[in-house]
């Protein structure tokens, strides 16, 4: 008769064990947000959108708003970006692909760099972040974009700040010369 409670007490035990281990994760274990830096020298009017997208790799969890699997953010001039907070059910590992839907400027050298970014999720509820830009050899410090203008083209004219006609200052010049010769002569009246 022993064996049979021995059973049901191990049984007993395990199922005990299962159901508490099945609350040590709830819904948002940890929660990490995924940022990114997009610099400019360009100065066009409008304000042109750069628009920059998340995609998890592996059934990664995604932040609040995804749609189709994609987060996207649209930044206006020089500025950080975030996709916003990712929460996590359970430590692991997790893969996402920022990368950026581009125009086709025909002045502005765009930034095309897509990133991997790894987050690893750890028991503590702490996380580690590293990036790695595709294409290149070893991890990088962050999501950097960056675009140039492309030297010798432009689309916009450049305004120095002075709109003044140069012929006002021709005329300038010949009153000046004017009032010059004029008071050359009446010194050398003076001096006979």
Not at 153 to 178: F, Q
Not at 179 to 184: F, K
Request: glycine share 8%.
């Amino acid at each position: 008769m022993k064996k049979p409670r021995l059973a049901v007490i191990f049984f007993s035990f395990l199922l005990l064990t299962i159901y508490f281990t099945s609350f040590a994760y709830c819904d948002s274990f940890c929660s990490a947000v995924i940022e990114g830096s997009f610099s400019t020298d360009v100065k066009a009017e409008g304000e042109p959108k750069n628009i920059f997208v998340l995609e998890g790799m592996d059934g990664s969890p995604m932040p609040y708003g995804t749609e189709k699997g994609q987060k996207r953010t649209e930044v206006s001039g020089t500025s950080d970006f975030s996709f916003g907070e990712i929460a996590f059910a359970r430590p692991g590992t997790y893969m996402y692909r920022v990368f950026r839907e581009t125009d086709d400027e025909k002045n502005i050298t765009e930034d095309r760099s897509v990133y991997i970014v790894r987050v690893d999720v750890f028991s503590d509820a702490s996380s580690v972040y590293s990036f790695e830009k595709e294409g290149e050899k070893g991890k990088c410090d962050g999501i950097v974009y960056s675009d140039k203008i492309i030297p010798g083209v432009r689309s916009v004219p450049v305004k120095t700040g002075d709109e003044t006609s140069s012929l006002i200052y021709v005329l300038l010049i010949i009153a000046a010369l004017i009032g010059l010769i004029m008071c050359r002569f009446f010194i050398s009246d003076k001096k006979r």
